[in-house]
């Protein structure tokens, strides 16, 4: 069974960056598309964007031009770098794969705040 692990949040002021990063147990991960998704407080969990077996993102327009999704298949990772992050990107940041088919990891805390 695929466990996720996701690491890298905290805390950082509006306009600034973050990487986030995605480990997942299992031999299936490079045979699977995988999506990040995230969670505000008092928020249904959306997909924030996903990337394909070779490596093709697409994201949520409100992310778009400033989240970029990465994956090394070597490393059974995939990676969200985030710039120019807003105060409504705050939430608990989650990847799964692109049908959200595998248990949730425990996702990892982003908290944009001056």
Known sequence: QV???ESGGGLVQPGGS???SCSASG???STTAMGW???A???QRELVGGITIG???NYVDSVKGRFTISRD???NTVYLQMNSLKPEDTAVYYCNSWSARFPWGQGTQVT???
């Open 3 to 5: 466990q996720l692990v």
């Open 73 to 75: 298949n070597a490393k």
């Open 55 to 57: 490596g093709r993102a």
């Open 18 to 20: 973050l990487r986030l």
């Open 27 to 29: 031999s299936t991960f």
């Open 37 to 39: 998704y995230r969670q």
């Open 112 to 114: 944009v705040s001056s």
């Open 41 to 43: 407080p008092g928020k």
